[in-house]
């Protein structure tokens, strides 16, 4: 099936760094969006894209809807230890509109050390 | 409101036994998802649908039924549970194809 290559894995940084995280694909989007999950609770939507090239930002958070559409990033500026979670991209396809259908990347596990 | 609630919010099965994982949504959502979420994978699509009365395989489907026969609910079903659906399993839904999932709080399955 489609996959979304997810980087890192995981990091385990400072209180106060900055983190960077992106996915990546060999296939065209026309969304994408980021989610947090935190321990025993389903994916929250951080982030949605909908435009190539697109630029947004939520509060410490901005994200990229790549150029080539078969890319996005997720930046966390200063982080605090509650940013602690598990962040997914997700990604709908060209030709799934009528769907809705997502394909999720592997995640990456935040640590944050105070 | 409620949001997207699951029933039960864990369970333990034995191999061969059945069971119904409960999805209801007070949103007047058309769209529901069910999807398992394995360490380091991500979330799997199992099923979905589109509205009342529709459901579609996606991804990982095999070993699972669904059916849509209220709007506000999705169920899914293990006829005989095996190990590998040992699994957290989450519904999710949304009002329109473009518009944000809404995830429920997830259901763990562990079959032995």
């Known amino acids: 099936g489609q996959q979304l290559n997810q980087s890192p894995q995981s990091m385990f940084i400072q209180e106060g760094e900055d983190v960077s995280m992106n996915c990546t694909s060999s296939s065209i989007f026309n969304t994408w969006l980021w989610y947090k999950q935190d321990p025993g609770e389903g994916p929250v939507l951080l982030i949605a894209?909908?435009?190539?090239?697109e630029l947004t930002s939520n509060g410490r958070l901005t994200a990229q809807f790549g150029i080539t559409r078969k890319d996005s990033f997720l930046n966390i500026s200063a982080s605090i230890p509650s940013d602690v979670g598990i962040y997914f991209c997700?990604?709908?396809?060209?030709?799934?509109?009528?769907?809705?259908?997502?394909?999720f990347g592997q995640g990456t596990t935040l640590q944050v050390k105070p | 409101n409620a949001g997207v609630t699951q029933t039960p919010k864990f369970r333990v099965l034995k191999t061969g036994q059945s069971m119904t994982l409960l999805c209801a949504q007070d949103?007047?959502?058309?769209?529901m998802y069910w999807y398992r979420q394995d360490p380091g994978m991500g979330l799997r699509l199992i099923h979905y649908?589109?509205?009342?009365?529709?459901?579609a395989k996606g991804e990982v489907p095999d070993g699972y039924n669904v059916s849509r026969l209220k709007k506000q609910n999705f169920l899914l079903g293990l006829e005989s549970a095996a190990p590998s659906q040992t699994s957290v399993y989450f519904c999710?839904?949304?009002?329109?194809?473009?518009?944000?999932?809404?995830f429920g709080p997830g259901t763990r399955l562990l079959v032995l």
């Open positions: 894209l909908y435009k190539a090239g």
């Open positions: 649908s589109v509205g009342e009365g529709t459901t």
């Open positions: 997700a990604g709908q396809l060209m030709g799934e509109g009528n769907t809705g259908k997502l394909i």
């Open positions: 949103m007047n959502h058309e769209y």
């Open positions: 999710a839904s949304l009002p329109s194809p473009l518009a944000n999932q809404y």
